[in-house]
Structure formats: structure tokens, C-alpha cells
């Protein structure tokens, strides 16, 4: 997600093409006839190596290239400087590829549609409700005590079921724990999946994404005696949605915010197992920081560069999210080429994030490189959360989020790599380890 402040900074497009040329020179993989490039994608690995593959195309055809999967056709972008064109021409309303499935689930339900599929006017009506409350980094502080309250019982928690510094299924452990903290943001509702009742464990997780569109009307209804801290009520009360219209939206917030965020903070904890330097020195920000006596909290954090710099790091060398889409509403000319409206363009942070040309040593982690003094560093080659007006709207809250739970497991427990081996990475709609994380936690 790029910001208004890092956007105007950026250095001028090289790349202003006097002529452009047509959708057809675009380079790409042979089009075969019925089936396009699908044959070769398959051969790379198929789909859950598709991340592989596009990292290879855009290596070889370079900045842009044109894909086209069976009948479905689109144009990858992997240059900072081409996302800069695209940005500058986006109109009002950015749209993303329509995710069919859902929007039919919700048709067939009669319920109103979120963030993540409403287009146009309503898209917009429904952003700018929440833009402010989400997005704002003044507001978004302030969500840093429930953000804690989950904290708490989630690094008591790894104390707990530690063995010998293992955790079994880490990944599950993290999405009980994003799950629980954007309930409470969301409903001021605690689901207990952290607590201890082992057996009921799986059967209350169910239960509870169940309860959630429950708790949602509920809280709906009595909004008459709000707390102050209350998302939901605030929405309904100083916008002009519906109550259909705001129960879909918290919905997809939801959708939006349980696995991003989980996967996000278990490549933290693997690239901080695997460079102990670098943990070290964050242990040394957090101690120097935070007071002994005191939690760690949304005003520590704003001190805290290499904190801050090493959550960058993570997520531009391990991705969440590798790609973002947008469909065209206009004609567009970026860089050499005139390209059509309606056209898919794939926008590929994973990509930009691994190319050597925009990150040094960029298989390395070095989260030093984002606290240089004279950084290079285009902030259009750093795209996790997406860009422009229809970039994540949970950004902010993500990000509080992860930087605090780095603060509490580090100051807690030091992250250990029980082996070296490299680690397959599987394309499964998020970038997840094809294995259980080679990491122990020691208390410290
Ligand atoms: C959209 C990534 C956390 C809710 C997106 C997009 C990306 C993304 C790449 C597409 C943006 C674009 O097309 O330009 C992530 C990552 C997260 C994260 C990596 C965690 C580290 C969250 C959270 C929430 C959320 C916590 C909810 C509070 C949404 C919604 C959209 C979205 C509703 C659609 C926004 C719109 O179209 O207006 N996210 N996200 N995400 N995300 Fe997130």
C-alpha cells in the first residue's frame, strides 16, 4: 500500500512512452491454442507453484508480460515504475478481479456484499465509512490495549503448550490468535480460543465462526447503549449504511483479517529463527524502549524503527498475499503500451520484493536496509498490502497488530531455528511453508 507521502516522492517514470504500443506486443509465454500457457504453467509445477513461475516470466520477458490461462487473459506487471503509471491513473473506483464464487454465495443468501466484491459507488460509500476508523494511523492506536488483552493469553499460551520449545501446529496457534484479536476490535466480543480447554478447542472454533454473524446483528440491535470503544456502533451511528450493508461489510473484514495477518506473523517468526543477528538487535530496541514493569503499546511503537523495519523485511523477502489484481476501466497507457479497458493486470509484490534490481542482496533479510538514512528504496517496489484507493483497508490495524506480537514473543522467548534446511514455499491462495516451522521458542 503505498501512502499519499511516499507516492509524491517517488522518482518521475522513466518509462513515459511517446508511442505506445498495442496489447499484442506485449511479450509473454506461447499462447497455445484452447489452452494458452497452461501446459507450461503445469510443467513449472502447476498452481501451487505459481508464484515460481511468474517470478521466471518476468525475469525473462522483464518489467511486463501477457498470460493467458485457457480463455481467461492478463497482463503482469513486476516494475516499480509501471505500478507508479497505474497509480497515477487510477480512477475513483479501482476494481479487483470478481471473486464469481462468493458473490453468488451471497446472491443465494440474499446478503449484501463487502468490501472485498462491491464495486463503484457503493464500494466507495462503504470504504469511506470505514476509511477513517481503519485506516487512520490516530485511531488505529488506539486499538492497541484489545490488541494487547489477546496478547496476553496468546504469549501465556506458547508458554504453555511448549514443548521442549515446540509448538504443534504454530500456524493453527496464529489464526486463533488473529481471529481472536479482530473479533474484539470488531464486536468488543472475547471467543476464549485461546484458553486452555484443549479438547473443546476445534469445537469452539467452529462454533465461533458461527456465533460471529449472530453476535454481529445482536450488536446491531442495541446500539443504544454503545461503549465508547465500539467499531460497529460508531460505523452504524456517523454513516449512512444499512444495517444489511454494514453486517456484509464487517463480514469481509473479517474474511480480510484472520489469515493474512496469521501468515504474515509465522514468516516473522521463521525469518527472525533464521537471522539471530537481527533478532538480537530488535531484543535491544525492546528492552532500551519498553520498560521493564510496562507492556508494550501502540506508543512504544512509534520509537521503534528497527521493529518496524524488520515486519518490512519480512513481509517484502515472504509475502502473505504474492499478488493483487485490477481490472481496467479505462484505456491506460503504462510504460510502452496502450492497454485496453477491461484488461486484467496482475500486480506481483512478490515479484517486485525479490528482485534483485529493487532490493540488494534481496534473498537476504536485512531489515537495515529500510533505516538507512539515504534509502534508494522505491517505495513502489513494496506492495504487500496492495496500492491506491482500493489498497487493504486493514493495513494499518495489521501492522499494529504484527509489530506488537513481535514486540511480546521477543521480549519473551527467543525464536530458534531447529534446523537449516531450506523451506519450500506452496502457493495455497496465501504463500504457506510446505512444512511445520523448523522453530523452538525458549523462554528468555
Ligand atoms: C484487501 C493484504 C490484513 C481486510 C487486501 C489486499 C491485499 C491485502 C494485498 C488487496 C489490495 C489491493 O487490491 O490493492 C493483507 C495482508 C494483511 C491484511 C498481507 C495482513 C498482514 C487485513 C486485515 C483486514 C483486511 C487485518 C481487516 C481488518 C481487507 C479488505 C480488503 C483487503 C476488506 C478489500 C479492500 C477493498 O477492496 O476496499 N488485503 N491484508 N486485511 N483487506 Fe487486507
Same mark, same amino acid.
Not at 414 to 417: D, M, Q
Not at 435 to 438: A, F
Given at each position: 500500500v503505498l501512502e499519499e507521502k511516499d507516492a509524491v516522492e517517488a522518482a518521475p517514470c522513466p518509462h513515459a512512452a511517446s508511442r505506445a504500443h498495442s496489447l499484442d506486443a506485449i511479450p509473454g509465454p506461447t499462447n497455445w491454442p484452447l489452452v494458452g500457457s497452461l501446459v507450461e504453467l503445469l510443467r513449472k509445477g502447476g498452481l501451487t507453484r505459481q508464484h515460481e513461475a511468474l517470478v521466471d516470466y518476468h525475469k525473462k520477458f522483464g518489467k511486463i508480460f501477457r498470460m493467458k490461462l485457457g480463455s481467461f487473459e492478463s497482463v503482469h506487471i513486476g516494475a516499480p515504475c509501471l505500478l507508479e503509471a497505474l497509480y497515477r491513473k487510477e480512477g475513483n473506483y479501482p476494481q479487483r478481479l470478481e471473486i464469481k464464487p462468493w458473490k453468488a454465495y451471497r446472491d443465494l443468501r440474499d446478503e449484501a456484499y463487502g468490501l472485498l466484491i462491491l464495486e463503484g459507488k457503493d464500494w466507495q460509500r462503504v470504504r469511506s465509512a470505514f476509511q477513517q476508523k481503519l485506516m487512520k494511523p490516530t485511531e488505529v492506536v488506539k486499538l492497541d490495549s484489545k490488541i494487547n488483552q489477546v496478547l496476553v493469553d496468546f504469549v501465556s499460551r506458547i508458554g504453555n503448550i511448549n514443548n521442549n520449545g515446540k509448538i504443534e501446529d504454530l500456524y493453527f496457534e496464529l489464526n486463533k490468535w488473529s481471529f481472536e484479536t479482530i473479533c474484539l476490535v470488531l464486536y468488543?466480543?472475547?471467543?476464549?480460543?485461546?484458553? $486452555?480447554?484443549?479438547?473443546?478447542e476445534a469445537m469452539n472454533f467452529i462454533t465461533a465462526v458461527k456465533t460471529v454473524s449472530t453476535l454481529c446483528k445482536i450488536k446491531l440491535k442495541t446500539n443504544a447503549n454503545r461503549a465508547p470503544d465500539d467499531l460497529i456502533g460508531d460505523i452504524l451511528h456517523q454513516s449512512c449504511l444499512s444495517k444489511k450493508e454494514l453486517y456484509a461489510a464487517i463480514t469481509e473484514l473479517q474474511i480480510g483479517g484472520v489469515e493474512t495477518t496469521a501468515n504474515s506473523m509465522l514468516w516473522a517468526i521463521f525469518n527472525l529463527s533464521r537471522n539471530p543477528g537481527a533478532q538480537r538487535k530488535l531484543l535491544n530496541e525492546i528492552r532500551e524502549v519498553v520498560p521493564p514493569d510496562q507492556d508494550p503499546c501502540g506508543e512504544h511503537i512509534k520509537s521503534m524503527p528497527y521493529l518496524k523495519a524488520c515486519l518490512k523485511e519480512s513481509m517484502r523477502l515472504s509475502p502473505s498475499v504474492p499478488f493483487t489484481s485490477r481490472t481496467l476501466d479505462k484505456d491506460t497507457v503504462l510504460g510502452d503500451y496502450a492497454i485496453p479497458k477491461g484488461t486484467v493486470l496482475m500486480i506481483n509484490s512478490h515479484a517486485l520484493g525479490s528482485n534483485e534490481k529493487y532490493f540488494d542482496e534481496g534473498k537476504l533479510f536485512k531489515p537495515e536496509r529500510w533505516v538507512r538514512e539515504n534509502s534508494t528504496i522505491n517505495p513502489f517496489a513494496y506492495v504487500p498490502f496492495g496500492i491506491g484507493k482500493r489498497m487493504c483497508i486493514g493495513r494499518r490495524l495489521a501492522e499494529l497488530q504484527l509489530q506488537l506480537a513481535m514486540c511480546w514473543l521477543v521480549r519473551d522467548f527467543?525464536?530458534?531455528?531447529t534446523d537449516n534446511k531450506p523451506l519450500d514455499v506452496i502457493h495455497s491462495g496465501l504463500l504457506v511453508p510446505n512444512? $511445520?516451522?523448523?522453530v523452538a521458542f525458549i523462554r528468555r
Open positions: 468488543d466480543k472475547r471467543f476464549g480460543l485461546l484458553q $486452555e480447554t484443549v479438547n473443546e527467543e525464536i530458534v531455528a512444512r $511445520e516451522l523448523p
